[in-house]
């Protein structure tokens, strides 16, 4: 739970855990949960977020294999890590050193989570598939210095590689690629995506495309069902140009946020349209990346700082002069200025972006 | 347990019992106070979490450094006791600590 449930009891919420909704009859205004209950409503949220992508590769359902999404995922990979660092440090008297975990996806939870490791002192091996990581997201410049801190942080990435299958017995004991590398493992964690949980939604009739599609004030296809979050397909119209058609489906706390004020509004009769440029952070080692926009479509990239030598720096991404968005690493003071250079709309030179004898903050002016 | 008093920009004035140990956002967070967002959750990410100290009690609180200060230059109306609401610990201390929320964090 985000909150404690007492402050829902105080503001008159009634919370109801472990029960899981089955069925949808919006004709009937009706919810059926596991249990048979059925509960009426005159207005209904989607907030259901998004489950982690599973591949269905031979091997992964053996002991030892994690996806990382619920507070268990984390017990599990927890455990798993003590006693596997118990069991090597009786037998070779070794440092934990020697506990082999693996990642799947070279991704913000592949990266976050390798970091994580590292400061427990494991060997970690990230395997990506695309031939950088962060490749959906970022520009190579920015994948090129994250494989570079990793690297110098002691974790082994291997790009282009494609995970066929899992070998144990009953637990796991190596992950074997395409190319029929394999690599050693006491413990698998596959962090490849995920998957909005739409499925009751669409069972029911709602329109459902790349998630729950919902306009601005948060409204499905059906007047009285609104939507929020991880599980929505929205319009945002200041990103009308980097948009393929018109509507995006995004995996962040911001948005979630934002999104379920839209849904309170609509339902309360009030008018609050959910159009906000996206932002995201992800803590990593020393580094504190910081992303202010969506930087989809992007025509250049200049760089402010250092990426190649130091962990600062900021790459700015620009279509047709017009910035679109800001991937910055221990640079707090850029990202918020470049967070107000988008919501105001203001125009800045790339000449001047990369000038670090310039104070970010004349950009405003 | 430490209480925090909470006076919005309104001047809605919320008591909160929060633990030792715990963060004056999370304080405001967890009993639904309006004028903390703490997009970022506590990472000093976001600088949604802004607060001002009461004088009588910045010295205790303390100033802000490192990336907290950086972010706080950025913040929608920093004043001389603005912290972020994330980075201030509770402690026994702090009982009866009095902040005031700004009118937006945006």
Known sequence: MIRPLSAYDQHDITFRLNETAVKLNPLENALTLSTGESIGYDYLAFCTGARARKIPIPGSDLEGVFYLRSIDDVKGIKHRLDVRVKDRAKKSHKTSDSVNVVIVGGGYIGLETAAALRKMDVNVTVLEMQDRVLARVTAPEVSEFYQRVHAEEGVQIHTDSIVSHIEGEGQVSTVCCESGKCFDADLVIIGVGVVPNVELAEEAGLLVDNGIVVDEFAQTSVSNIFAAGDCTSHPNALLANSLMNGRLRLESVPNAMEQAKTVAASICGQSLPYASYPWFWSDQYNLKLQIAGLSQGFDQVVIRGDHKNSRSFVAWYLKQGKLLAADCVNRPKEFLVAKQLLSRGIKVDPALLVDESIDPKTFLQ | ?106
């Not at chain 2, 201030?88 to 964090?105: A, F, M, N």
């Open chain 2, 1 to 106: 347990m430490p209480i925090i008093h909470y006076i919005e920009a309104d001047g809605a004035e919320y008591e909160a019992d929060v633990v030792v140990g715990s963060t004056v956002m999370q304080g405001a967070v967890d009993n639904m106070i309006d004028g903390i967002l703490a997009e970022c959750g506590g990472s000093c990410s976001c600088a949604t979490c802004h607060c001002y100290v009461d004088e009588a009690w910045f010295e205790k609180v303390g100033e802000a450094g490192g990336t907290e200060k950086i972010m706080l230059e950025m913040a929608i109306d920093p004043q001389p006791t603005s912290r972020l609401s994330c980075q201030i610990k509770v402690t026994e201390e702090l009982d009866g600590l009095v902040v005031r929320l700004p009118e937006s964090q945006y």
